[in-house]
């Protein structure tokens, strides 16, 4: 990715938070890379989907960020039903049902 010195997808989701509303508290944001490493750490909770790239495994101590075993698409269900554990049984999707692009 090639982004301005002060872009960031943290940026992005503290504005996203500010023009809605919305506690940045609540959001729930999702990454795989070291693009995503400001928004992560941000005062969201985070997934990290299984197929990260190593760049990022060292959040694993971070105690907001919850680490996925599941890829893509999956990964980010696996995540949401691990925060909130009331929706786990409508995530439960098989996984032929899943696409990633």
């Not at 693009?35 to 750490?41: A, C, Q, R, T, Y």
């Not at 996925?68 to 032929?96: D, W």
Request: aromatic residues 8%; hydrophobic residues 45%.
């Amino acid at each position: 990715d090639i982004l301005p010195i002060r872009a960031s997808k943290g940026h992005a989701i503290r504005y996203f938070s500010y023009k809605w509303s919305l506690p940045v508290e609540h959001c729930l944001v999702a990454g795989d890379s070291g693009n995503d490493i400001e928004m992560l750490l941000g005062d969201t909770l985070a997934i990290v989907v299984g197929n990260h790239s190593q760049e990022i495994a060292h959040l694993r101590d971070e105690t907001q960020v919850y680490f996925a075993k599941a890829h893509y698409a999956a990964g980010i269900m696996e995540g949401i039903a691990h925060y909130q554990p009331k929706l786990a049984h409508l995530l439960a999707a098989p996984k032929e049902d899943l696409v990633h692009v």
